[in-house]
């Protein structure tokens, strides 16, 4: 009986000790892929332009034809830690990306920010208007660019301007915005599915040409 007991116990510890590990790697793969974007501003590949203040970069994985990132030098992990000391920054950013956006002057551009921002480190976007992307794959990234979980950089402004910080919606705001159903941004088909909303899509695209 006390070597069936040893057994058990010893097979309950092997177990653990396997799940902990599977949490600790799972941690870390998290961690580094939410850091992913200080490799990507190092990266001479993805370079766009760099001063002083910023590094912008194209978009490792865009949402658009054309998707661009704008990042300060200066170590801010999220729009949380944003205050008003940082207003000219957050302006000096914002024209670097007027600057990319009108390097293209056939296509429309979105300026501005995931209120809840998967990747670590404060970063703007500039995309444009197209989402003809096939790193563009599911609801939650279509949701996050064409709903108001997208807030423009000029209203990012405006709130540090007048607050000292950046107002945030409630967690039940940012659930109702990923559960949006799937809308064209230009019209008001509505699509089943991601293959039928990109679909519909090229035809919009079809009328610029």
């Known amino acids: 009986m006390s070597t069936l007991i040893c057994r058990c116990y010893y097979k309950m510890s092997c177990k653990r000790r396997n799940e902990d590990e599977q949490k600790k790697y799972a941690k870390k793969a998290a961690n580094f892929w939410s850091m992913g974007l200080l490799s990507s501003m190092k990266d001479p590949e993805l370079l766009m332009k760099e001063d ?14 054309y998707h661009f990132l704008v990042l300060p030098k200066e170590n801010i992990c999220s729009l949380a830690k944003v205050t008003k000391d ?3 920054l957050l302006k000096h950013m914002d024209k670097v990306g ?12 979105k300026l501005g920010y995931h209120a809840e921002a998967s990747m670590s480190r404060l970063h703007l976007h500039v995309v444009s208007d197209d989402f ?4 563009l794959k599911t609801k939650k990234h279509w949701n996050t660019f064409t709903t108001d979980f997208f807030v423009p950089s000029s209203k990012i ?3 540090v301007e007048k607050h000292g910080e950046v107002i945030f919606i409630t967690k039940d705001e940012i659930k109702k915005f990923m559960d949006t159903p799937l809308k064209c941004h230009k019209c008001n088909f509505l699509a089943k599915n991601m293959p039928s909303l990109k679909s519909h899509i090229l035809i919009h695209l079809k009328k610029l040409l």
């Open 86 to 88: 940082h207003l000219q």
């Open 98 to 109: 007027q600057e990319l956006a009108e390097s293209h002057p056939t296509s429309n551009f």
């Open 52 to 65: 002083d203040k910023i590094v912008a970069i194209k978009d490792k994985y865009p949402k658009a034809h």
């Open 157 to 159: 402004i405006s709130e």
């Open 132 to 135: 003809n992307s096939t790193c």
